[in-house]
């Protein structure tokens, strides 16, 4: 059974920084291609970020620069690291395996609980 459970999000100024964490279980971590997606308000699921199971990372434009995905395979986890934050960061994040998207429009995957990002002063 895929489980993914996102912690470390909170409330921060403007400017300010985050980093979040995905535990991963019940699946092959090492190998397998992950990505972050998030969901502001009233929104669909966007594309934030994926790695794969070589150390290869893709980023949107909107957080290119600022947030940074990682990974450590020893302890099955999933990182997110955003730096610069903006108030238009604000969403629930989600660690996702197997997204299928188009642009940034995720159309498919499996995805956690989520962990609330708010970017507010």
């Known amino acids: 059974q895929v489980q993914l459970v996102e912690s470390g999000g909170g409330l921060v100024q403007p400017g300010g920084s985050l980093r979040l964490s995905c535990a991963a279980s019940?699946?092959?971590?090492?190998?397998?291609?992950m990505s972050w997606v998030r969901q502001a308000p009233g929104k669909g699921l966007e594309w934030v970020s994926d790695?794969?199971?070589?150390?290869?990372?893709y980023y949107a434009d909107s957080v290119k620069g600022r947030f940074t995905i990682s990974r450590d395979n020893a302890k099955n986890t999933l990182y997110l690291q955003m730096n610069s934050l903006k108030p238009e960061d604000t969403a629930v994040y989600y660690c996702?395996?197997?997204?299928?998207?188009?642009?940034?429009?995720?159309?498919?995957?499996?995805w956690g609980q989520g962990t609330q990002v708010t970017v507010s002063s």
């Open positions: 996702a395996k197997d997204v299928v998207r188009a642009g940034l429009r995720v159309l498919r995957g499996y």
């Open positions: 790695i794969n199971g070589g150390g290869s990372t």
């Open positions: 019940g699946f092959t971590f090492s190998s397998s291609y």
